[in-house]
């Protein structure tokens, strides 16, 4: 019921009257009203208080600290016992008496005798069923064994090129600032985990790069850790490359053929050489590999690898960069396998790019996303991902031509009520307060294609991210025979294979490897909140987009003393499980190996490299996708996963491989679970 009072009409008896009247009822009621409204906002107000303190009553106890709380310590003690090793017992009083002297802490410890203790947990692990130690689940060296029964022996040497974030990183700084950190490893390993708790800041200035040069800040310096463990696991517990070398080594491989070259993945392509001599280390490797033992080299490269060795491919041809000339990689590389191959680029890379923001941060829970949050905000992730040049690599390239536009995309279902071709697209409906803490707008919002996102996110980025991109990469599609042969001498083209010919080496074969049949995150709803601060309008002088040739997005900023921007997330809060494709909390999902969507993997290995403009060489491509068949009582999945990098622990995986380095890659045939072949059929190549 209305707060408002009720007043009665009376009819004055003149006109003048009727103006007194009118003026002294006027000013009795504007009073009135006021006091009115407040009445009515006090109360909209305590309704307001009511619902909050229902909603807090109401959380269910997981959610609350008293459960939460006993649960981080369980879960502590189980990690402890999962990853701890005997034989770290006895280091223990030694490791804590170096931290408390890098902290200058003075305190005495008595030296206790752990032995016992050792031995103790010793045999309690040995009790754990092999299923359940992270690390170890039972198959290793079996894939090798197998081989190896065979008859089968070590025959090509093989190099092993990692992913991104998949090799670890290491800090060689002397500076005061960062002395405290040499040689301990910045990316990878449970120190990172330590520094990331502790010393977030400080972390965070180290792992930037300089947003102008795109190599080491003032008194940082990381680099790339060496040799074999570099990238066989990412920490304890969680194995990367480890399973492929220990098959491998059954089958007599060791340091002398086989070789792990693991790099800066932060690093765009031309700074991996000017900064650290990437592929003239790398090519010296594998010339070294055929004057030592005659033959040719297999190359096994995953995810972003596979573009760095198309990038190596071309550089190691040009006369003006490695000066290999044009017969080099058929005179040096036997076979070339791209495991799970971000050859088109990754959607999940755009949204991060444009919000720090992916389906991993937008699909956990509420307090997991809280915590995240308040702990490493979206936008600090967004600044950190800007400042890595070599994940801007993972563009998605081709534009709509590939991914399709607003009424298409090659890989969209029948009947599918939106069409993936719509990168980004926006709900037209206003909606409550969300709580994840956005508000869709209500004003109409275009949805943009794969051209029309790239234009947009480029757009809400730093001038220095806008510049480097255009320093170092290119996202289109060339047709002409001519041109692309021209950009045989242009590095920005390099990493791209629609801008780009496979080299002319008619012996070699390329094995494309990758998983299917794992939800993958393929085009986003984004929700448009209110404006916010936003660091990346302040940039430094020298890099602002000022020169009219310069190929930066010259948008409007706002005044230097009003740095805001529109808020833009995924629109988390939009989840619909039985419309196609299915959304869940604003991604619609598509086919995939859970990071990289099939387009991406298979396209190019399908049809694109079928093609003589792309593949003048004739070089065979073979395609072998693998089903993602996850072992639900194994963390990881098993021998039968094929997630994007579980997958180098499949056996399906290690025996392609072996078979390979072996002299046995004529077994290797083509094998399709997906559709990507009819997908493929209806991307616009010509």
Not at 596 to 601: I, W
């Amino acid at each position: 019921m209305s707060t408002f009072s009720h007043r009665t009409r009376t009819w004055p008896a003149s006109d003048s009257d009727a103006i007194e009247l009118s003026d002294t009822g006027k000013q009795q009621e504007q009073p009135q009203l006021v006091h009115d409204a407040q009445l009515e906002a006090e109360h909209q107000a305590k309704l307001f208080d009511a619902q909050i303190h229902k909603m807090k009553k109401e959380r269910r106890f997981f959610v609350k600290a008293r459960f939460l709380f006993p649960l981080g310590i369980l879960l502590g003690i189980l990690l402890g016992f999962v990853l701890i090793q005997p034989s770290d017992l006895q280091d223990i009083h030694s490791n804590l008496l170096l931290i408390m002297e890098e902290y200058d802490i003075s305190l005495k410890i008595p030296d206790i005798d752990l032995s016992r203790v050792e031995s103790e947990w010793r045999r309690f692990r040995s009790n754990i069923p092999e299923v359940w130690k992270l690390n170890n689940d039972g198959r290793e060296f079996q894939v090798g064994e197998a081989m190896k029964a065979r008859g089968l022996t070590a025959h090509y040497p093989i190099v092993l090129v990692p992913g991104i974030v998949s090799t670890g990183l290491e800090s060689w700084s002397t500076s005061p600032d960062y002395r405290t950190f040499f040689r301990a490893k910045m990316w990878g390993g449970f120190n990172m985990v330590s520094q990331v708790t502790f010393n977030r800041d400080k972390w965070i200035s180290a792992m930037m790069l300089d947003p102008v040069t795109g190599l080491d800040p003032p008194g940082a310096k990381i680099r790339a850790a060496e040799g074999i463990g570099a990238a066989s696991s990412f920490m304890t517990g969680y194995w990367l490359w480890s399973k492929i070398v220990e098959n491998l080594a059954v089958v007599d491989y060791d340091t002398n053929n086989l070789h792990l070259a693991p790099y800066d993945w932060r690093l765009s392509m031309w700074n991996l050489e000017e900064r650290d001599g990437y592929f003239s280390r790398l090519k010296s490797t594998i010339e070294g590999f055929k004057k030592r033992q005659g033959k040719k080299t297999v190359i096994a490269a995953h995810s972003m690898g596979s573009t760095v060795m198309l990038y190596f491919f071309k550089w190691v041809e040009s006369p003006e960069h490695g000066g290999g000339g044009p017969d080099w990689v058929e005179n040096h590389i036997e076979s070339y396998i791209t495991i799970a191959g971000t050859h088109l680029g990754v959607a999940k890379a755009m949204a991060a790019f444009l919000s720090g923001e992916m389906k991993d941060t937008v699909q956990m829970n509420p307090a997991g996303a809280y915590v995240l949050e308040r702990f490493f905000s979206r936008k600090e992730r967004q600044r950190l991902f800007c400042s890595w040049a070599g994940s801007a690599s993972m563009w998605i390239k081709g534009g709509t031509d590939i991914w399709g536009d607003a009424s298409w995309a090659p890989d969209d279902e029948p009947e599918s009520s939106h069409t993936h071709g719509e990168l980004i697209a926006f709900r037209q409906v206003a909606m409550p307060l969300s709580a994840h803490g956005i508000t869709p707008s209500v004003e109409p919002a275009q949805n943009m294609t794969a051209d029309e996102a790239s234009t947009w996110i480029l757009e809400r980025t730093p001038s220095t991210f806008q510049k480097m991109l255009w320093a170092n990469y290119s996202f289109g599609i060339e047709r002409n025979v001519k041109v692309l042969k021209k950009n045989a001498l242009d590095p920005r083209k390099w990493t791209n294979p629609l801008e780009v010919q496979l080299p002319n080496a008619p012996s070699m074969k390329i094995i494309c490897v990758y998983g299917h049949g794992k939800e993958t995150e393929r085009s986003y709803w984004y929700a448009r909140g209110p404006h916010e601060y936003d660091e990346s309008f302040v940039d430094v002088e020298h890099s602002t987009c000022t020169d009219p040739t310069d190929k930066c997005s010259h948008t409007p900023r706002p005044p230097l003393d009003m740095p805001f921007s529109r808020m833009n997330r995924i629109d988390a809060d939009y989840t619909h499980e039985t419309t196609t494709p299915k959304v869940r909390n604003g991604v619609k999902m598509g086919e995939g190996d859970g990071t990289v969507s099939l387009l991406s993997l298979g396209a190019m290995c399908v049809e694109g490299w079928k093609r003589p403009r792309w593949n003048p060489g004739g070089i065979k491509v073979t395609t072998v996708e693998l089903p993602h068949q996850p072992a639900p009582n194994i963390p990881r999945g098993g021998a039968n996963t094929s997630d994007h990098v579980d997958i180098l622990g499949s056996t399906g995986l290690n025996e392609l491989i072996l078979k390979v380095a072996t002299g046995a890659g004529h077994e290797v045939e083509d094998r399709f679970v997906s559709r990507i072949q009819e997908f493929a059929r209806r991307v616009r190549w010509d």
